[in-house]
């Protein structure tokens, strides 16, 4: 019987992993130790890449999907899901990735994108995909596309997070008007976002996207994680912010800490305590490139 | 009927939503004051490492395991099965399970991500067969004679019983069919 019933790669299993995600944290290694340490201060999941985003950003050059080996060299170590990025379009990277076993496919904005008009056709894969999104249209395409984790982007690789909180106050400010609008409204909702109406129609009807929420781009401390849980994030993921700071591994435990119990600012205040320096921050205004705009 | 959901991390949300559809009070658990109001415990999916970790650092651990050694009844989700089963092989060496029903798991025991897989199979006592999601599921690869299997996949138990200790290693809160927490219900609140 089960061997007529069973299926792989629907969109119930795809989505599936990322609500077990919630209420964690995934954290950027460019190597196994890192991916130890990762682990043992409770990250739920890894993002194996070559080089954190601030140093993406500092090397310049093209950022590209990482040399397999060292993908492999991770999930030898963890435990734990491992997840890799593609570059935007670069669906043979993702099918790379794929072929990997890798548990998701991140088609990441911190990469350089390979094609400036389309997104990777996610439906045509088993493994699941999360995809960045600054406001809900462009959420909304990504999850059309197949993505069945939207983080929102922030801005990578800054320590800075006034771009993840302006994001998510789009893409949450979005959904709730929408919940308000009637039934002629939607159309014109779904217009203004360049989004698919039956995707609009039913944020109207469940008040929530169709797909889980996290947060990216710009975290480095337990406060920070705090905000964007309290905003509405559902999960975060930290880059820089953990192996960019002085001291990585307690700063790690102390914002997976921190994500559990985010609206119990006494238990942030106690894990925050002595954590050494943050990574170095980066204002927005001084940015020769900005991450978030890439994608379409 | 107010039923603990440990909310430390993973699809904690998703069960509170079954249980009150089945009219029961679920409360989300994350400090030893609020496992004091419970009366049954759901243990959910997650990462079983990122759960063993908060466990400790939050103090539930032991307040957690004494009130299973008084007989708390609990239900446990993949992860869950994970933390509530005797040995568990393929997880770290430094995770730690609460031994409260005699069975031993593999950690992944189906393989990763692609591997995970949706399934319909008969449970004993339900009318009609189940929805299961596997997600990284463990495998059961021993069973304790005072163990009841209630569902197999393909010959492994995929839901057990002990006491009044329920596990599946698939996610009854992802299927959009309350009759598993319905069960769960009925044997921590019948007697």
Redesign the interface.
């Known amino acids: 019987?089960?061997?007529v019933?069973?299926?792989?790669?629907?969109q119930?299993?795809k989505r599936?992993?990322a609500?077990?995600?919630?209420?964690?944290v995934i954290m950027d290694v460019v190597d196994p130790a890192q991916a130890k340490i990762a682990?043992d201060?409770?990250?739920?999941?890894v993002m194996a890449l070559e080089r954190v985003p601030s140093d993406i950003r500092r090397d310049g050059g093209v950022a590209r999907m990482s040399d397999p080996e060292m993908i492999l060299g991770i999930q030898e170590v963890v435990?734990?899901?491992v997840m890799a990025k593609a570059r935007i379009g670069h669906f043979a990277e993702a099918q790379i990735l794929?072929a990997l076993?890798?548990?998701?496919v991140d088609e990441s904005e911190v990469l350089t994108p390979a094609d400036e008009a389309h997104h990777i056709d996610k439906w045509a894969f088993?493994?699941?995909f999360v995809c960045g999104a600054t406001n809900l249209g462009e959420a909304l395409r990504r999850i059309s596309e197949g993505a069945c984790l939207i983080r929102s982007k922030g801005e990578a690789g800054t320590g800075n997070i006034v771009e993840a909180v302006r994001h998510l106050r789009s893409i949450l400010g979005d959904i709730r008007r929408i919940t308000l609008a009637d039934q002629a409204e939607l159309f014109e909702w779904a217009k203004r976002l360049q989004a698919p109406l039956p995707l609009v129609q039913e944020i109207a009807e469940t008040g929530e996207l169709p797909v889980p929420m996290f947060c990216a781009g710009g975290i480095a401390t337990p406060a920070d994680a705090s905000l964007v849980m309290q905003l509405g994030a559902q999960a975060v993921f930290v880059g820089s912010g953990i192996f960019k700071s002085d001291d990585p591994a307690p700063r790690a435990?102390a914002i997976?800490?921190t994500?559990?119990?985010f609206r119990?600012a006494a238990m942030v205040a106690k894990v925050s305590r002595g954590l050494g320096d943050a990574m170095p921050g980066l204002e927005m205004g001084s940015l020769e490139t900005r991450l978030a705009d890439r994608g379409w | 009927m107010k039923v603990g959901v440990l909310a430390l991390q993973g699809a904690f949300t998703r069960h509170c939503d079954v249980l009150t559809a089945l009219g029961a009070v679920p409360l989300e658990v994350r400090t030893p004051v609020d496992l004091e109001a419970v009366d049954a415990m759901v243990i959910p999916g997650g990462e079983s490492t990122t759960m063993s970790m908060l466990l400790d650092s939050s103090g539930l651990r032991t307040p957690l395991a004494g009130r299973m050694a008084d007989g708390l009844p609990v239900l446990g989700t993949c992860a869950g099965m994970i933390l509530l089963a005797v040995r568990v092989t393929d997880g770290r060496p430094d995770q730690r399970s609460f031994a409260a029903i005699d069975i031993d798991v593999r950690r992944n025991g189906y393989g990763r991500q692609v591997d995970s897989f949706e399934d319909e199979f008969p449970v004993a006592g339900l009318d009609g067969p189940f929805h299961g999601v596997f997600i990284r599921a463990p495998v059961v690869e021993r069973v304790g004679p005072t163990v009841e299997v209630l569902a197999r996949v393909d010959t492994i138990p995929v839901l057990c019983r002990e006491g009044s200790v329920l596990v599946s290693s698939f996610h009854p809160e992802m299927s959009g069919d309350g009759r598993i927490h319905e069960r769960f219900l009925d044997l921590a609140f019948s007697v």
Do not use: F, H, W
Not at chain 1, 5 to 10: D, K, P, S, V, Y
Not at chain 1, 19 to 24: I, P, S, Y
């Open positions: 019987m089960s061997d019933t069973r299926a792989t790669g629907t119930l299993v599936g992993l609500e077990m995600l919630k209420g964690g682990e201060a409770g990250a739920t999941a435990t734990i899901p794929q076993d890798v548990d998701y088993d493994v699941p435990r997976v800490e994500v559990t119990n119990d």
